[in-house]
């Protein structure tokens, strides 16, 4: 029973490399998520996908990209790193958030550090 | 824009306390509520949601649901120290694909 599955769980990174963060569920949810968490900040929303084959920005989506792969897969990437987006990154699922819905999902995180 | 506040605490409660935590939510079209906990260095686990005015138990832990004064809370019977952690208030409104978390609020409990 997996849930939601990050990789990787650690990553640095230089100024201006690229990554691609992955992140699968198996709970056949609709929906999913990414967050980054920053001291003091609060879980910000970066992008979602309400439903396969649909992506939208969120509060702070400057510097990254999605893909929603299939219902199970949904890729963060990050194209040129800048040390403004060390954080930690949470991906999440939800069967979606209809009028009575069961929240949210989250995979275990990825610590990113980019010097 | 929708807002959630929380107090960042800390909150420090002894061992045994009722441990209180609220929340309050800008959005008057808000239908769903969740309580998430979160220990330091990983991620926000879901403990409780309530959709309806008035109280919901489970366990040790029972929310509370004030609509007309856009007011949730949690309360924490017989703490314990393993209850230590940031509590995430999370709310979801009719129409939107996302839920608007706080920024949480830290729990200590002394033995």
């Known amino acids: 029973n997996a849930g939601v599955t990050q990789t990787p769980k650690f990553q640095v990174l230089k100024t201006g490399q690229s990554m691609t963060l992955q992140c699968a569920q198996d709970m056949n949810h609709n929906s999913m998520y990414w967050y980054r968490q920053d001291p003091g900040m609060g879980l910000r929303l970066i992008y979602y996908s309400a439903s396969e084959g649909t992506t939208d920005k969120g509060e702070v989506p400057n510097g990254y990209n999605v893909s929603r792969l299939n219902k199970r897969e949904f890729s963060l990437r990050l194209e040129s790193a800048a040390p403004s987006q060390t954080s930690v990154y949470f991906c999440a699922s939800s069967e979606g958030l209809g009028f009575h819905n069961y929240g949210y999902t989250f995979g275990s995180g990825t610590r990113l550090t980019v010097v | 824009q929708k807002e959630v506040e929380q107090n960042s605490g800390p909150l420090s409660v002894p061992e045994g306390a009722i441990a209180s935590l609220n929340c309050t939510y800008s959005d008057r079209g808000s239908q769903s509520f969740f309580w998430y906990r979160q220990y330091s260095g990983k991620s926000p686990e879901l403990i409780m949601f309530?959709?309806?005015?008035g109280d919901k138990e489970d366990g040790r832990f029972t929310a509370q649901l004030n609509k007309a004064s856009q007011y949730v809370s949690l309360l924490i019977r017989d703490s314990q120290p393993s209850d230590s952690a940031t509590y995430l208030c999370?709310?979801?409104?009719?129409?939107?694909?996302?839920?608007?978390f706080g920024k949480g609020t830290m729990l200590l409990v002394s033995p």
């Open positions: 999370a709310v979801a409104t009719v129409g939107y694909s996302t839920l608007t």
């Open positions: 309530i959709y309806s005015n």
